[in-house]
């Protein structure tokens, strides 16, 4: 049997990982700069992550939500002490879109009204209403395609206001990605934010806040959207909740009431993804990721001015994003084939750095090393 072809790869095996490096089939070494897209939060294969997984798989690794399990509690807990969101709730799923997708029919369950508010460039995963809300027409298959999404631009608090105006009682919810990741790391402005919380308070309508990519300590906060001062309903988490192994959920504000049977799912919050998550959020806790999240990100930020062949350096904390003027174009494959470095991107020309929230100062400068010797050759 063969693998449908969905993914462009590169052709590199993986067989070890440790921190920010990986190695491939042959020994080679690698600089993890793109943490597996933003996944790798507390760094490969952390020996705490491993054992509190290995002691888990040891006692029980998985039934279904029609018992008590709880770790779940304990990580409702946790989750509510590190984001400083006690009385939030907690969902647990899987995957991203599936965060997503139960949000935004949570909005509809609760407000029981259909249109979604999203933004251009957004990308919010690849679920029947996730993809409807991704502003990508490519991937939205004929079947997925609904007039209750309506996208608007990006940051333009006029715009949304004259939309909230005219239709504000069919709005069920905003859902915005703190910062855009796939749309190329656009961060999105307090000011857009905390007009998207007044408009859904005045409406009646749910904001749901995209923590996908741009949460879980990222951009230095613990949701970047804190930044604005005014919490979300609905905060949506996978990624590096984890550390690769999968596992998703949101946090529901307390006014919103839950029905059984409302959402579910057979593998959401089983008991090794919970044990991954708080063993995530420990290694967080006592190794301080989100304050080196913060300081890291600023020197890298601050590094990458000094080069003036990059251009628009804009992001938060290790969510860091610049474009690549033409001549440059070969950049990344240069530090993947060349400095052996993974970095991510965004189409056409823009370069994303997503690196495990440990990164060290030597790793950071190992990469502004190698990005010197690509654009000021001797
Ligand atoms: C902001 C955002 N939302 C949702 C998703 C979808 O997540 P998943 O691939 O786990 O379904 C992604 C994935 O890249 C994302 O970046």
Redesign the pocket.
């Known amino acids: 049997m063969k693998l449908f072809d969905v993914y462009p790869i590169n052709n590199i095996t993986i067989e070890r990982a440790m921190g920010s490096n990986v190695w491939d089939d042959a020994g080679n070494q690698y600089l993890d700069m793109y943490g597996g897209?933003?996944v790798i939060s507390i760094g490969h294969t952390h020996p705490h992550y491993v054992k509190r997984l290995t002691d888990q798989l040891d006692k029980v690794g998985f039934y279904s939500n029609s018992i008590r399990i709880p770790l779940q509690e304990e990580l409702a807990a946790a989750l509510g002490n590190v984001s400083g969101k006690a009385d939030y709730q907690l969902f647990l799923c899987n995957?991203?879109?599936?965060?997503?997708e139960n949000a935004l029919k949570l909005a509809s369950f609760h407000t029981g009204r259909k249109k979604i508010i999203a933004f251009k460039k957004?990308?919010?995963?690849?679920?029947s209403l996730?993809v409807a809300a991704t502003d990508n027409p490519a991937i939205v298959a004929p079947v997925n395609q609904t007039d209750n999404i309506v996208f608007l631009p990006f940051n333009e608090e006029e715009q949304l206001r004259a939309y909230f105006q005219s239709n504000g009682n069919e709005v069920a919810g905003v859902i915005i990605?703190g910062i855009?990741?796939?749309g190329g790391i656009h961060v999105a402005t307090d000011l857009f934010i905390r007009a998207i919380r007044e408009c859904c308070d005045q409406y009646g309508a749910l904001y749901i806040a995209?923590?996908?990519?741009?949460g879980y300590g990222r951009s230095g906060k613990f949701f970047s959207h804190d930044f604005s001062g005014v919490e979300a309903d609905i905060y949506?988490m996978?990624?590096g909740m984890g550390n690769g192994f999968?596992v998703?959920g949101i946090l529901i504000a307390p006014h919103i009431p839950a029905k059984h049977g409302m959402l579910g799912t057979t593998f959401g919050g089983n008991h090794l993804a919970c044990a991954a998550a708080l063993a995530v959020l420990e290694v967080m806790e006592r190794e301080q990721l989100m304050a080196n999240a913060e300081q890291m990100g600023d020197y890298l930020m601050e590094e990458l001015r000094k080069f003036p062949q990059l251009k628009n350096i804009r992001g938060r904390g290790l969510m860091i994003g610049f474009d690549v003027e033409e001549v440059h174009k070969d950049l990344r494959k240069n530090l993947l084939w060349t400095h052996r470095i993974f970095t991510g991107e965004a189409k056409p020309s823009v370069v994303r750095l997503l690196p495990s929230l440990a990164l060290t100062r030597e790793h950071a400068d190992q990469f502004l090393n190698a990005l010197r010797k690509e654009l000021i050759p001797d």
């Open positions: 897209h933003a995957s991203g879109a599936e965060a997503n957004a990308f919010h995963g690849r679920t996730a990605e855009q990741g796939v995209d923590s996908i990519q741009c949506t996978a990624k999968p998703a």
